[in-house]
Structure formats: C-alpha cells, structure tokens
Nanobody, 132 residues
Framework: QLQLVESGGGLVQPGGSLKLSCTASVNTLDYTAIGWFRQAPGKEREGVACISSGGGSTNYADSVKGRFTISRDNAKKTVYLQMNSLKPEDTAVYYC?????????????????????????WGKGTLVTVSS
C-alpha cells in the first residue's frame, strides 16, 4: 500500500512562492506517475501538474503554465511542486496522487491530469492560502 504525505503548504502573499513536497512510503517510486491536484472551496477538484515515472513527461493546467514546475527525485521518493507568482485564485487544498506503478510502460500524464486517469492513491492534502 503506497502512502503519500504532502508538506509545504501555508499562507503566502500574492506574487510569492511556495514549494510543496510529496513523499511516498514505498520501496521504489521509479515506475509511478505522480500528479498534483487541487480543490478550492466550492469548486471541483482539478489537475494542476503531473509527471511521468521517469520525469520525462509533464503536463500542466493552463492556469499554472509558466508559474508552476513539477519535478521529482526518485532516490528520495519525493515529488515537488514549485509555485511562483502565486495568485489568490491558487488558494486551495493541494493533493498528491499516484498511479499503481507500471514497470513496463507509463500512463499518459495528460490524461492523468485532465481526468484523473489511472489515479489510485491519494494523499490527505496540504492547504495553500494566497492572501494579503
């Protein structure tokens, strides 16, 4: 059973930056695609950024392109979300999610982000509040 723990959330002023971390309790993260999703109050959950198991493919929501960067360090079993130029509309609970792991071929990360395709595990989330 893979467990995901998010950290790094908090209160930040508009224009500021935060870096979220998602650490997995698993023998290896080498075959697992990871995504960051968020849910704002009163809104549906949406995919923010997703990354393939090896890090070679990424997908971003249009609303965060150019501001957010997803990356991973498989040796540390950790995936990061660097968030710059934060806006009040980025306020949400941010969740880390993972697929089941595919040693012989990964899932499509665009599909993972757009419709939660292949997502099997979820973290409990970390709150990001962008406010002055």
């Amino acid at each position: 059973q893979l467990q995901l723990v998010e950290s790094g959330g908090g209160l930040v002023q508009p224009g500021g930056s935060l870096k979220l971390s998602c650490t997995a309790s698993v023998n290896t993260l080498d075959y697992t695609a990871i995504g960051w999703f968020r849910q704002a109050p009163g809104k549906e959950r949406e995919g923010v950024a997703c990354i393939s198991s090896g890090g070679g493919s990424t997908n971003y929501a249009d609303s965060v392109k150019g501001r957010f960067t997803i990356s991973r360090d498989n040796a540390k079993k950790t995936v990061y979300l660097q968030m710059n130029s934060l806006k009040p509309e980025d306020t949400a609970v941010y969740y880390c999610a993972a697929d089941r792991g595919h040693p012989f071929g990964g899932i499509n990360v665009q599909a993972m982000c757009n419709r939660e395709y292949g997502v099997h595990y979820w973290g409990k989330g970390t709150l990001v509040t962008v406010s002055s």
